[in-house]
């Protein structure tokens, strides 16, 4: 539900309020399902595009590429449905 609510800040154009949400989703998603878990790689494709928004490109690159590593390990680098 963060997850969705920080989304929809976005789409408000809170930025900060979106990364506030998303940040508070990712932290509770690691600690439960861990760090390699594909529902964190969901959240940081989100929280991604979120600092793309506030300027930040380069939390923005770690992040992607931090989630493509999750995505890849789940289902192999040539599937089709990656986060």
Sequence with gaps: ?????GNVYGNFG???KQRSMLER?????????????????ATLTNLANCF???GDYEKMR????????IDE???G???TEVA
């Design 1 to 5: 539900v963060l997850m969705s609510l």
């Design 14 to 16: 809170d930025y900060q």
């Design 25 to 41: 989703a990712l932290k509770i998603q690691e600690s439960f399902c861990g760090p390699d878990h594909t529902s964190v790689a």
């Design 52 to 54: 793309g928004r506030l």
């Design 62 to 69: 770690s992040m992607l590429e931090r989630s493509l590593k």
């Design 73 to 75: 390990a789940a289902y």
């Design 77 to 79: 680098l040539h599937h």
